[in-house]
């Protein structure tokens, strides 16, 4: 049979993917990620030299906050504040000291931090997935567009003009994917993004294979009679549903403050790496300073994709059927152009609007009774 010039590249061997998770003190300046770092190194070492002696470690994937924990969203620091004083620079010292690593294990090394992107607003800090290659350089840089309702990390969404000024409105400003010669094309979405199955369709479309998605916690790691909670169904679902695989590292235990004497596990363990058909290819119900890998499989996931008549579901997608159901906004845009992020309180009065307006369209159904609901617990 004659070989397709289309398909005619240098076939991408099997390579293990590692997820790591590690024990993080919450930061409250810049400075303290050091030692965030420190643990980081340390279980690179670690995962590398015990999994490496079979198939290569080619990818290490760490952990949301891993570098810089919480603090901003536990203590409601007002956001301007942690901007300037918390959060990194990409490039910066931090990506880095995790370029050297990248460079002394000659592996790619994905990592998630609430960094600054002055290029697009001062006194914004935005929740960032980076991918840094072998080389030592960040050769990829996203940023997580949905974000749970104590976190007020800035979004694409919260200064939607600026930003589809400066890198337009198709989905690849949103979501973009790194296409590499060596382990495959990747895309990156963090935590609350994973609960919208939009994201990781979003990134299929644009050609992603392995996506990355770090971190759960409590009560969604927990939900249920089975390990991983809600959280490892929503990851083999995403897998199935788009045929790709992903790497979901979760956070380790974490130290509130500086100088917490204890740590608290309030993420619950169970890193996973799923395969393009929702199986899963390793688990660790541990997250103290342990790590999850997996065999990814380019080739065979390219087979797949273009051999099946069934199960590769993106193929047959009705997309017509679709394009309407978007049309009428929920969360509002722009939230954060003109002003600074608010703290919780007055941020839960937004979201309680956007139930509002679904009561409105009928998406959903007021109950019998008038009951409190989640609300600030002062401290």
Known sequence: MPVNADTAATPIAPYTAIGLSTVVRNIERRSHIIANLDVVEEAIHAAVSTVSINIPVKLIALAEGALTGFGDEVFDIPHVKAAREMFIDIPGPETDRLGGLAKQYG?????????????????????SMVVISPTGEVVHRATKNHVWCRERSCTPHDVYDRWTELFGDGIDAFYPVLHTSDIGSIGTICCSDGEYPEA?????????????????????????????????????????????????PNTGPVYSTQSATQSFDIAGGNSHVVDYNGAVLGHTVSGHNSFVSGVIDIEALRQFRVLNLNSNWLKD???????????????????????????????????RANIARLLTRGAYRKPAYDCRSAHITPR
């Not at 979003?202 to 927990?222: D, N």
């Open 317 to 351: 997608l009705r997309t017509e059927l679709f394009s309407r159901m978007y049309d009428e906004p929920i969360h509002p845009a722009n939230l954060w152009l003109e002003s600074d992020p608010v703290l919780h309180a007055e941020a839960d009065e937004i979201y």
């Open 200 to 248: 990781v369709r979003a990134l299929a479309f644009q050609g992603a294979e392995v996506v990355y998605r770090p971190s759960e916690a409590v009560p969604m790691t927990q939900s249920g009679p089975d390990p991983g909670g809600t959280w490892l169904p929503q990851n083999r679902a995403h897998a199935h549903f788009n045929s790709l695989y992903m790497i979901c």
């Open 107 to 127: 592996v790619y090394i994905i990592a998630q931090c609430k960094a600054r992107w002055p290029e697009v607003m001062a006194d914004r800090f935005f929740n």
